[in-house]
């Protein structure tokens, strides 16, 4: 089967579920091989995010990803129907941290695929098909993948006191997910939305965007769409949640009172099977392009590192972050000729001006901070510094090894120990002070 993406640029408005914010989110095509890529288009240097299971951050009644202090809640309706029709390449542009939630279900999602087109491409699509039983289970919940040569999905929907408990299964393929799954609404229990609202969630949540269950009645602006509407809108969210495995998926699912947090944990074993039948030597004759390494949080490559911070050609001074913690990071940059700086400081005798050194601290301890407090939309601005000491020159050629640590942080006032050395020996150090600001106040 070959690989699908949409012939035009499409588009849609709506309000996000748990922000309450105004969305204004577009689909384009995409080549072979570039997979479904979110764009930031609301924060500095438009940051991408490639869903994965290992960038799950959050699964409060959503799935949340995270890249970098780039962040997207409820991914998992947008996920459900590009899984659900068919769609490998796609380029999102969203401008805020959250898909509109529409109507609660991925019916809309679909009306936009259809109008956008989709069109096969060259490339084949890979597939990674359960050969052996894969299992986990999660309090009250449990899931089973199992060899299928397809996606089958057969899931029981209950509540704790069984009034709604429903069962379906369904072969998934475009047709079906089309027809019998995507116009399934999200749904909760009216017990649970005064907890809800106290976790800051559903503060876009109302009855045009999700169906209520109070005892044994159902309050909603319009009838069932399916009599078992609860149960096809699980299948909705599992189609979505396994997304994050990133390869199709060939499997039959049993789920039994399935969740966000116990669909990310079987995603999560799958992407162990995965990652172990690579490594296997068992590869597909037609693989798709080169996957890059994970990244870790105690790693950030410059693609990471551009990510986080808003500074840009010729201003960054971080190449990469090798070591990083709760509270300290170790970070490089490497100095050479090319550095703009060196043009006139000085001529015939090139050294590393010593703010220069001092930005480097503060860009390291600024990635630090916003990593650590997961600080969406904000930026963290350099404000002092104090004990500032240079000991030696740092020329062309040299590999500056910055260290920083956060000594306090209270509030949106942050304060760091920050040391440069070169070849073991200190060549700059200072305390600093950072205030935490939102982007809309800088810009």
């Known amino acids: 089967m070959k690989q699908r993406t949409l012939l035009r640029e499409v588009s849609i408005k709506g309000n996000a579920l748990h922000t309450g914010d105004a969305v204004h989110m577009t689909f384009k095509p995409a080549p072979a091989n570039h997979g479904i890529?979110?764009?930031?288009?609301?924060?500095?240097?438009?940051?991408?995010?490639?869903?994965?299971?290992?960038?799950?951050?959050?699964?409060?009644?959503a799935t949340t990803i995270?890249?970098?202090?780039?962040?997207?809640?409820?991914?998992?309706?947008?996920?459900?129907?590009?899984?659900?029709?068919?769609?490998?390449?796609?380029?999102i542009e969203i401008d805020a941290s959250e898909p509109p939630i529409l109507d609660g279900s991925a019916r809309e999602f679909v009306k936009l695929i259809q109008q956008g087109e989709p069109v096969e491409q060259d490339a084949d699509r890979e597939y990674f098909a359960v050969t052996e039983t894969v299992s986990i289970s999660r309090g009250n919940s449990s899931i089973i993948a199992l060899p299928f040569d397809g996606l089958k999905i057969t899931c029981t929907s209950a509540d704790d006191r069984g009034i709604h408990t429903q069962h379906l299964s369904l072969v998934i393929d475009p047709d079906s997910y089309i027809t019998q799954v995507a116009a399934a609404r999200t749904f909760t229990i009216y017990e649970d939305i005064e907890e809800l609202i106290k976790l800051g969630k559903i503060k876009g949540g109302s009855l045009d965007c999700a169906v209520v269950i109070k005892g044994d009645k159902i309050i909603s602006?319009?009838?069932?769409?399916?009599?078992?509407?609860?149960?096809?809108?699980?299948?909705?969210?599992?189609?979505?949640?396994?997304?994050?495995?990133?390869?199709?998926?060939?499997?039959?699912?049993?789920?039994?009172?399935?969740?966000?947090?116990?669909n990310a944990e079987?995603?999560?074993?799958?992407?162990?099977?995965?990652?172990?039948?690579?490594?296997?030597?068992?590869?597909p004759a037609k693989p798709a392009t080169p996957r890059a390494e994970i990244a870790t949080e105690s790693s950030l490559d410059i693609r990471r590192i551009l990510d986080t911070v808003p500074h840009r050609y010729p201003f960054v001074m971080i190449d990469r972050v090798v070591e990083l913690g709760e509270d300290t990071l170790t970070a490089i940059k490497n100095v050479t000729i090319n550095e703009p700086f060196f043009q006139?400081?000085?001529?015939?005798?090139?050294?590393?001006?010593?703010?220069?050194?001092?930005?480097?601290?503060?860009?390291?301890?600024?990635?630090?901070?916003?990593r650590r407090a997961s600080i969406e939309g904000k930026t963290a601005l350099f404000m002092s510094c104090d004990k500032v000491k240079w000991r030696k020159p740092v020329r062309p050629g040299d590999q500056l090894n910055i260290k920083v640590k956060l000594t306090r942080v209270r509030g949106t006032v942050a304060c760091a120990e920050a040391?440069?050395?070169?070849?073991?020996?200190?060549?700059?150090?200072?305390?600093?002070?950072?205030?935490?600001v939102n982007n809309a106040d800088v810009d």
């Not at 288009?41 to 490639?50: A, Q, S, V």
């Not at 006139?344 to 390291?364: C, K, R």
């Open 37 to 61: 890529v979110f764009k930031r288009m609301d924060l500095h240097g438009h940051p991408e995010l490639k869903p994965r299971v290992d960038q799950v951050t959050d699964l409060v009644r």
């Open 419 to 436: 040391e440069c050395t070169v070849g073991g020996q200190a060549v700059s150090s200072a305390d600093l002070m950072f205030a935490v």
């Open 66 to 91: 995270q890249v970098g202090h780039a962040k997207l809640h409820t991914v998992e309706h947008v996920l459900s129907a590009l899984s659900g029709c068919g769609i490998d390449n796609l380029l």
């Open 221 to 262: 602006k319009e009838p069932l769409r399916f009599a078992d509407e609860f149960v096809r809108h699980k299948i909705l969210d599992i189609i979505g949640d396994i997304v994050l495995l990133g390869i199709p998926l060939k499997a039959h699912i049993v789920a039994t009172r399935p969740g966000h947090a116990a």
């Open 266 to 283: 079987l995603t999560k074993a799958l992407f162990e099977k995965y990652e172990a039948w690579k490594k296997g030597g068992k590869k």
């Open 344 to 370: 006139g400081h000085y001529p015939g005798n090139p050294v590393m001006p010593g703010v220069m050194q001092l930005e480097a601290m503060a860009q390291a301890a600024g990635i630090l901070l916003l």
